[in-house]
């Protein structure tokens, strides 16, 4: 029969005894049963599935952009996280450990690094290793946007954690540049809408660059027959391209009667 007493022990296997006591006798059975535990804890590491680093604004940023690495359980020893930058990449970035202080408190050169190893003991699994990607992204001319790859591995003498992270994290690097052509008059309004008078000296507005072009450009100005221009063409290089170059408009001052506007 089925043992009327049931006694809940920690250990997997556990031995339950029931008894029947007479007035003659007292007989004792025991009965043993297997009790499979699953552990709600799992070996893993948090991190970002992906990055974006916006050019300009994070070199704004003192600290560079900056993500949180943390353990999903104790390990039985210590883990370390290998990070590393795509071989060959030419995008000016690279990582700091928190342990090596921000960026932004003088941090030695030596700590800017293409790779680095995170050392994360078993009684800090929980406490945030911050990692810092330090960028000088901020060159004013236009790309297109581009990804570079952060491979992040695990090691570790505990089975469970060598090897339980290894992919790689995408960054994408968005452009902050845009590629066209700038008109304002020299006290910096647009220089849509000029107003000219015929006879007058005309006016003048300025015509710049908002990106360094990669290669020299030439602005042609093809007026109206109403209006001259003078120059009548602007050479921008990877030099002058910011520079304002000034632009005289003038109105044709004929014989014709005219709408006032025109």
Excluded at 13 to 28: D, P
């Amino acid at each position: 029969p089925p043992p009327p007493f049931f006694f809940s022990t920690p250990t997997r296997a556990l031995e339950i005894l029931s008894g029947l006591v007479g007035s003659e006798m007292c007989i004792r059975d025991r009965y043993r049963v297997v009790v499979n535990v699953t552990d709600d804890d799992i070996p893993g590491v948090n991190h970002p599935e992906d990055i974006t680093i916006r050019e300009g604004l994070d070199h704004s940023m003192p600290d560079g952009f900056r993500f949180a690495m943390t353990l999903l359980s104790k390990p039985t020893s210590a883990v370390t996280i290998g990070l590393s930058l795509s071989t060959g990449t030419t995008e000016p970035l690279a990582l700091v450990d928190s342990a090596d202080g921000k960026p932004s408190e003088g941090v030695p050169s030596t700590a800017f690094k293409a790779g680095l190893q995170v050392y994360i003991p078993p009684e800090y699994w929980n406490v945030p290793r911050v990692v810092y990607i330090v960028s000088n992204l901020d060159d004013n001319v236009k790309m297109a946007d581009r990804t570079v790859e952060l491979t992040v591995q695990s090691y570790s003498q505990d089975p469970l954690y060598n090897g339980v992270l290894n992919k790689k994290i995408a960054i994408s690097i968005v452009d902050d540049d845009e590629a066209s052509v700038k008109m304002t008059t020299p006290d910096g309004k647009s220089a849509q809408g000029l107003t000219l008078r015929e006879g007058d000296q005309g006016s003048v507005f300025e015509v710049y660059l908002s990106s360094q072009p990669t290669a020299d450009m030439t602005l042609k100005l093809s007026p109206s027959s109403q209006v001259t221009v003078e120059p009548a063409q602007l050479v921008f290089t990877a030099s002058n391209w910011s520079t304002k170059q000034q632009v005289t408009v003038k109105a044709v001052d004929d014989i014709l009667v005219e709408q006032v506007s025109h």
